[in-house]
């Protein structure tokens, strides 16, 4: 069972930033957050994941809210290669206490030039 | 980052054949790989997690006995389709734990006339 919730697709301008908000109110204390891309019929992509602290890297910023119920990964300066479905996951452990992520149905994000 | 390979990326098989496929950590020793599958317009949807050395962990729902999966060594994991049917067609992602993040192969193409 998914534990975030997604807009099922966005637009955004070529060098414009793309803010991209998923919910996840239902998250444990423990779980983190993560955020993948998949461009069509390849393999997810990781873009960055966190806990409770904002967090940047080369790709991308990830925003969590301080109840940690949702937030919002930024693509900065999007670009066309920046086209594809981005997923808001929260990584939760299975029986056997391996990492598991579960995935829900992504936003589809088209960046226009 | 880390890659993650699969091969065969596509696969053609006849009804009732069985296909195996390959995952393999190439930079990085990963003790626990796991496998999916998506459809058309869907999200991932985990099969297993298969742990080196031990038996893979299946969701519910996975047949154990259609999708046997081996994980001989900290860089091999396969996944063989057994009495493979056209229903089994779909897209299978491996992918491999890090230290904090799961890398993702290309994806294998299985479709089954």
């Known amino acids: 069972d998914a534990k975030t919730t997604q807009p099922p697709s966005m637009d955004c301008a070529e060098g414009r930033a793309a803010n991209l908000p998923c919910n996840h109110s239902?998250?444990?204390?423990?779980?983190?957050v993560y955020w993948y891309r998949q461009i069509h019929s390849q393999g997810p992509q990781y873009i960055i994941h966190g806990l409770k602290n904002n967090e940047t890297n080369e790709m991308a910023s990830l925003i969590i809210t301080e109840d940690r119920k949702s937030s919002t990964l930024i693509l900065p300066h999007a670009t066309l290669r920046d086209t594809a479905v981005y997923y808001c996951i929260v990584r939760v452990y299975n029986a056997g206490n391996n990492r598991k992520l579960i995935w829900g149905l992504g936003t589809s994000l088209a960046v226009n030039p | 980052g880390a890659v993650v390979s699969q091969h065969p990326s596509w696969v053609i098989c006849k009804s009732g054949t069985s296909v195996k496929i390959e995952c393999r950590s190439l930079?990085?020793?990963?003790?626990?790989m796991f496998w999916y599958r998506q459809f058309p317009k869907q999200s991932l949807m985990l099969m297993a997690t298969?742990?080196?050395?031990?038996?893979?962990?299946?969701e519910q729902g996975v047949e154990k006995d259609k999708f046997l999966i081996n994980h001989a060594s900290l860089t091999l994991s396969t996944l063989t389709v057994t009495s493979a049917h056209p229903e089994d067609s779909s897209f299978y992602i491996c992918?491999?734990?890090?230290?904090?993040?799961?890398?993702f192969g290309p994806g294998t193409r299985l479709t089954v006339l």
């Open positions: 298969s742990n080196e050395g031990s038996k893979a962990t299946y």
């Open positions: 930079d990085f020793q990963a003790t626990t």
């Open positions: 239902t998250i444990s204390g423990n779980e983190y």
């Open positions: 992918s491999a734990t890090g230290v904090r993040e799961q890398f």
